[in-house]
């Protein structure tokens, strides 16, 4: 079962250490991660994504509370959810479809050049997931994501 998380923490250093020591303390993989500083610069949200059993998510999340640097733990409430993917492709592939395909995924050209185009989609995970079995059409020579960024619906 996919399990999303947004941890709001102190922004200061060795914070995310913590935090992740604590999933790899208990074997728990972290699907997807990502970091950024608040409106509030004083502190910054933590959105992780995992999957796996229930007893050692319960005992995680506990112990988040605990952590000192831990603001708030925000889980089992509805996020908003976003992730950013750049794929590059040859620009001598059949490129036929890819307008629509991109139209259809929100995505758009993010650079050019003269052997290849790298393009972002911005979607849910699982969208974005779909994406990339589609691209693969195209042979995409990489692609890269960004890991789910969470905000809770109020």
Known sequence: MKRALS???SNEHGVLSRVVGLFSGRGYNID???VAPTMNNEFSRIN???SGDD???????????KLIPT???LEG????????ALVRIGINENLAGLDSLLK???????????????????????RIDN???????FNPIDYARSGSLLMEVK
């Open 104 to 126: 259809s995924f929100n995505g758009s050209i993010a650079h050019s050049n003269d052997e290849t185009i790298t393009i972002c989609v911005n979607d849910t995970s699982d």
């Open 77 to 84: 409430c509805e996020f908003v959810e976003r992730e950013c």
């Open 55 to 65: 007893a050692a998510f319960e005992q995680i999340t506990k112990q988040l509370h």
């Open 71 to 73: 603001y708030k733990v």
């Open 32 to 34: 997807s991660l990502t």
């Open 48 to 50: 992780i994504t995992t």
């Open 131 to 137: 994406f990339l079995k589609t691209m693969k059409k």
């Open 7 to 9: 941890i709001i923490v």
